[in-house]
């Protein structure tokens, strides 16, 4: 342990004293000032150091290893020289300026650290609620994406019952048109008939031609139905593209969100440990 005395209580004394008061191995014994109300002075009264306006008798003292003298008066420096005992070490105003300008420059720092730390608390705080924010908006989305995929899959199994029952209506039409030809060719019979037994068939002819228009007019609803039929097909072939591209992209949707998600965990967690490095600077500054 250094034990030391400061000579000087001015702003020099005063850094003098902020610098060392911290340091473990040195031990300040006092600070002389003639003006008993100097500012280095009134600091070390508060912070229970001794002061004293003659330091004669103290650098004499062979138990004092160390003095500071910050006031650059050569009448001081003199009597300093003077009155010390041959082992006690000095530093002069002009170490004792480096000293101060070490401290001044040491404030700076800090108060930049300080500055610094405060903005990075402000960053990470702000950028620890965008990441909260996001993060709910992602789960939101993912809510909407699950809501999507079971749309498309309501979708599909309603476009897969349609294809059965398109397959159920080609299958009647087909019956349908059966029935037509049949009835065609029934016409075509009672009209040879008709033909054959002359005036006494002319009633039956009648008939016949009607049913053979019946049987024209079917054929041909069957394949206006038909047609409509095919472009239902050709809609619902479309439908379900689509339908399968929606599933597609809902699929790597849902991979996205995971790993944006992934991606929102490590960035909160990289600004929760920054914002605690952060705060613990600002706690170390104080």
């Known amino acids: 342990m250094i034990s030391l005395g400061i000579i000087g ?20 014994e006092w600070i002389a000032d003639l003006d008993e109300q100097a500012p280095a002075l009134q600091i070390a009264r ?51 300026l480096l000293l101060v300008n070490m401290v001044k420059e040491r404030e700076q720092m800090l108060e930049q650290l300080a500055e610094k730390s405060h903005q990075l608390n402000d960053s990470m705080t702000t950028l620890e609620n965008n990441a909260v924010h996001i993060e709910h908006a992602m789960k939101n989305l993912s809510a909407e994406a699950d809501t999507l995929t079971h749309n498309v899959e309501n979708l599909n199994a309603a476009t897969q ?6 397959n159920d209506t080609y299958k009647i039409l087909e019956l349908i048109e059966n029935v037509a030809r049949t009835t065609n060719m029934i016409g075509l019979n009672a009209a040879i008939e008709a033909a054959r037994v002359g005036e006494a068939g002319r009633g039956f002819a009648v008939v016949a031609e009607e049913i053979s228009k019946l049987a024209k007019s079917t054929t041909e609803s069957v394949r206006k139905i038909s047609n409509n039929v095919k472009h239902i097909v050709q809609s619902m072939d479309t439908i379900h593209k689509d339908v399968a591209s929606v599933g597609e992209a809902t699929q790597k949707q849902a991979q996205a969100k995971e790993e944006v998600l992934g991606s929102l965990d490590a960035l909160t967690s990289i600004a929760a440990t920054m914002k605690t490095i952060s705060e613990d600077l600002i706690h170390l500054q104080r």
């Open 46 to 96: 508060r912070k229970g150091i001794r002061t004293i306006t003659n330091f004669t008798p103290e650098v004499s003292n062979e138990s004092l290893e160390l003095v500071i003298e910050v006031t650059g008066n050569d009448k001081v420096a003199a009597l300093l020289n003077e009155h010390k005992h041959q082992r006690l070490s000095t530093i002069d105003a002009t170490g004792a």
């Open 9 to 28: 209580g001015g702003r020099g004394g005063s850094h003098i004293l902020n610098l060392i008061e911290n340091m473990r191995d040195i031990r300040i």
């Open 161 to 166: 019952a349609a294809n059965q029952s398109v």
